[in-house]
């Protein structure tokens, strides 16, 4: 199995693409496609992951059908059913090298999937790696239980969903990784960090807190490959301090009438004029109304951006590929900045 490369983009549902996926690769990174969460035959889902599949294909001018493509492809488990039967085809015929799998009903639900990618894997020769995200130490564990390859661990920070009790990659990354060693699997696991990283300064801390590399997932909304509307984008450059411009919270979900979350998970998102009116003693109804309303009249202000806490510190569109070079070279700095406070 390949190693992950240092940065790699979330599968963030409706923004990670095709074309984002592959310009992330194309960077020297490691793109994953957003599959979605519903892959029950004849969900639309499983359409629009194979065009886009095709198109990271092409933008990577890969024309031989049976060489690996270079990407990864996520699935929301919370909604797990149809993912063996109708999305593993699909990905081994692709020739993914990676899978995601996040936000399980119960803690073992992934248990049958992976067995399932790892009986196609031997039977295919198949160089595939399952990721899996995780929020907690006990959730780490249970990934591991299962036969996961590669643990996303994923802070509070993070944009979108998470896990409504949990900490940040600061406190979650160091107990995550002794938790692996106890249990004598550090030479087998990679380890990426997830939540708040926007820039080389994150890069490099979540490698001195373990991490093998990491998980960008809002940074990457703000840049040129990305197909999020420009409104969510300059929302994205707009806000300032982070931590005060965005909430974690099950009432996105509820604003947006996606509330089928199992009660561990909760979500980050802007604050909105939604969040805000819920927070001056709005009842959920008359928010979930003007928030229809303004959908149906194709008003974006209204819309949930999900976004990290680190929205603050960007500043900038840029290209993937520009972002990549940038983060590279000021990770340089940053341990040269290292090196030099502790006399190195
Ligand atoms: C807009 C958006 C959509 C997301 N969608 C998904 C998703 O479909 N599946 C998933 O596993 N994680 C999703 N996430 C969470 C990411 O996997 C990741 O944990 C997060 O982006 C990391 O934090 P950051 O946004 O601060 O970089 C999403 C995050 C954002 C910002």
């Given amino acids: 199995m390949s190693p992950p490369p240092l940065i790699v983009n979330a599968p963030m549902y409706g923004y990670a ?21 519903n892959f029950t035959t ?19 001018q890969i024309t031989s059908p049976d060489d690996p493509l270079p990407i990864g492809v996520g699935c929301l488990t919370v909604q797990a059913d149809g993912i063996i039967q109708n999305v593993l085809p699909i ?13 399980p009903q119960h803690g073992t639900d992934h248990g049958p999937i992976i067995t399932a990618v790892q009986e196609l894997r031997q039977a295919n020769a198949w160089d595939v790696s399952v990721y899996v995200q995780v929020g907690t130490v006990n959730a780490a564990r249970e990934a591991l239980e299962v036969g996961a390859d590669v643990l996303v661990v994923q802070g509070s920070d993070a ?32 380890l990426l960090a997830a939540g708040g990283i926007v820039d080389a300064r ?30 969510a984008k300059q929302q994205i450059l707009s806000a ?36 805000k009116e819920y927070a001056g003693g709005i009842a959920d109804e008359e928010v979930i109304r003007r ?17 990290g806490a680190g929205i603050g510190s960007i500043r900038k569109i840029v290209s993937v590929a520009e972002l990549l070079q940038t983060i590279y ?11 030099d406070a502790f006399g190195i």
């Fill in 42 to 60: 004849n969900s639309p889902q499983l359409d629009k992951l194979q065009h886009e599949l095709d198109t990271a294909r092409s933008i990577l």
């Fill in 159 to 190: 944009g979108g969903h998470q896990w409504a009790q949990g900490a940040s990659i600061i406190a979650l990354l160091p107990e995550v990784g002794d938790m692996v060693r106890e249990v004598g699997k550090s030479a087998e696991i990679r």
């Fill in 202 to 231: 994150g890069v490099v801390a979540a490698i001195a807190l373990g991490a093998d590399g990491v998980v960008m997932g809002t940074r990457f909304i703000a840049t040129v490959e990305c197909s999020a509307p420009d409104t």
């Fill in 91 to 103: 990905l081994l015929k692709a020739r993914v090298t990676g899978i995601w799998l996040s936000f």
């Fill in 17 to 37: 693409d095709g074309q984002l996926a592959a310009a992330v690769s194309a960077a020297g990174g490691y793109g994953f496609i957003a599959g979605g969460y």
């Fill in 240 to 275: 300032v301090d982070g931590g005060s411009a965005t909430v974690k919270s099950r009432k996105h979900d509820v604003f947006q009438s996606t509330d089928f979350w199992p009660i561990r998970y909760d979500g980050r998102a802007i604050i909105g004029p939604c969040y």
């Fill in 329 to 339: 070279a000021e990770s340089k700095l940053a341990v040269t900045r290292l090196n």
């Fill in 291 to 307: 928030h229809n309303e303004a959908k149906e009249n194709g008003e974006a202000e209204r819309t949930i951006i999900w976004a």
